[in-house]
């Protein structure tokens, strides 16, 4: 599986746990497991506010593109995210934020 990050400023959070070719987004499920080699599912297929394009399922591999909350701190990581690959089952790891600073 291959995450593409689409980083966009907002303050709410994402959470993801995979478990396969499912994905958990916020507590919603999303199972792709009945995507064959060279399926395509367009994003206007998909009833979330947080994939930001298509699902692919190329050469066996799911390709898809999740939107990136970013919180007023965000890190240079977040700005500019790398592809998330190979992800193993459980919770979805995120760039992190820049720590918080006290006033």
Known sequence: MRIKLSPQRRD???QV??????LV?????????QMAD???????????PWFAGAVE????ELILTLL???PDNFS???????????IPDG????PKPLPEVEE
């Open 25 to 33: 987004i916020n507590s919603e499920p999303f199972d792709f497991s």
């Open 76 to 86: 240079p990581e977040q700005a500019f995210p790398a592809d998330l690959v190979d």
């Open 17 to 22: 746990v995979r478990s396969g070719k499912v």
């Open 38 to 48: 060279g399926d395509y599912l367009p994003v206007s297929a998909i009833s979330s």
């Open 12 to 14: 709410d959070t994402l």
């Open 91 to 94: 919770a979805v790891a995120f």
């Open 68 to 70: 990136l909350p970013l």
């Open 57 to 60: 399922n190329v050469e066996g």
